[in-house]
């Protein structure tokens, strides 16, 4: 978003550093490490020490419109007691259902699980005022249903990630990977609502020793990874986390991409951002049908039922025994990417509501 917003605008990013578990304040999302943005951050903490990081966070606020990174505490909360010092509109942006990644696990405290920022019980106050932002955007229409606002994709740079930038079999050799194998993969964070298990189990089930699952982006150290790798030592291949600089690298390994999201309530208006590189990539896909996926690959893409392996298995078979198809389809998804995903086609929606928030005349700073 603030790759398509800085070709019009200024753009200042802020936000909270909570790193891991009592880590406050250290380390950023690794796949940001290599873009070239400044990004000005205060640490993380629990209540009532947040309220010294929102009072500094505030401070350093300067934009015209603030434009609020999920309905969380830390972000939407701070935008809104923001707007009521300086009146300066809201733009509220909406990618996941935070109530349900929040929910909190067996192994919570009670006493941390209230005093979180970002926890459950503040995101759930969020949610009460999810209609009071200025304007909204949604990445599928499963959100724009319950917040409302415009549909804003997620965007590449046309030209940022594209067929033909690293070869197949130089990447493959530098992986250790079987040149004669076929590989399916899965770039982003393997978790069991994403469905990664159920591609194992596909292939599995065709019983074929000539493909490979590669995951690009695991933490093998997760329980629900190391577990996969045990179970299927010789199927998975799994590479850790990687900044966005580099993932057009690891797509030239893969010839097939898979996205058998669950359905769950996490996924279901979930769009993934993988979805939106493997297109832009020009990669056969498989995806599960599943929010507005459907939309952007009926015709360059193979759907299946969310949940089953068989229909998985045999879209991955169908795309192995037909490589001139795949490719096809592959030339399809990109053409789609063009049309539909493009940080231009982002920013001309962006900017519609911009305009309009800047234009209320209630906000006496525009």
């Not at 707007?83 to 990644?101: C, G, M, N, S, Y």
């Not at 995101?123 to 409302?148: E, K, W």
């Not at 951002?273 to 056969?284: E, F, G, H, N, S």
Request: charged share 20%.
């Amino acid at each position: 978003m603030a790759k398509a917003l800085e070709k019009d605008y200024e753009i200042e990013l802020l936000g909270t550093a909570f790193g891991t578990g009592t880590n406050w304040g250290k380390g950023l999302w690794l796949p940001l490490e290599s873009e070239n943005l400044e990004i000005k951050q205060v640490p993380g903490d629990y209540f009532p020490g947040y309220f010294a990081s929102m009072a500094k966070l505030i401070s350093q606020i300067t934009g015209d419109v603030v434009i609020a990174c999920k309905p969380r505490l830390p972000s939407y909360g701070i935008a809104l007691v923001n707007r009521l010092i300086k009146k300066t509109p809201i733009i509220l942006d909406v990618d996941d259902d935070e109530i349900a990644q929040t929910l909190p696990g067996k192994k919570v405290k009670f006493h941390n699980f209230i005093r979180h920022p970002n926890g459950y019980w503040a995101t759930r106050l969020m949610n009460v005022f999810r209609h009071s932002a200025d304007a909204t955007f949604c990445v599928s229409s499963y959100f724009q249903s319950r917040y409302g606002g415009v549909i804003v994709p997620h965007g590449r740079e046309v030209n940022g990630l594209k067929p033909g930038m690293y070869k197949r079999e130089d990447v493959v050799n530098d992986l250790g990977i079987d040149p004669s194998k076929k590989t399916i993969g899965f770039i982003g964070t393997p978790q069991a609502a994403k469905g990664v298990h159920k591609v194992l189990e596909a292939i599995n089930k065709l019983n074929r020793k000539d493909v490979l699952f590669v995951i690009v982006g695991g933490d093998i150290s997760e329980p629900y990874l190391s577990g996969l790798l045990a179970e299927y030592p010789n199927t998975l291949m799994v590479i850790g986390p990687q900044p966005l600089a580099k993932i057009a690298y690891y797509y030239a390994a893969i010839d097939i991409i898979v996205l058998p999201q669950e359905n769950v309530s996490v996924s279901l208006g979930q769009m993934p951002a993988k979805l939106t590189d493997a297109m832009a990539m020009a990669k056969p896909i498989i995806a599960s049908r599943i929010a507005d996926i459907p939309h952007y690959i009926q015709d360059c893409g193979l759907l299946i039922e969310p949940g089953s392996v068989d229909e998985l298995a045999d879209a991955i078979q169908w795309l192995l025994n037909h490589p001139d198809e795949a490719t096809s389809m592959g030339l399809k998804a990109r053409k789609a990417f063009e049309e539909k995903m493009t940080t231009d086609v982002m920013l001309a929606t962006m900017k519609k509501e911009i305009n309009r928030c800047l234009s209320v005349s209630n906000y006496p700073n525009n």
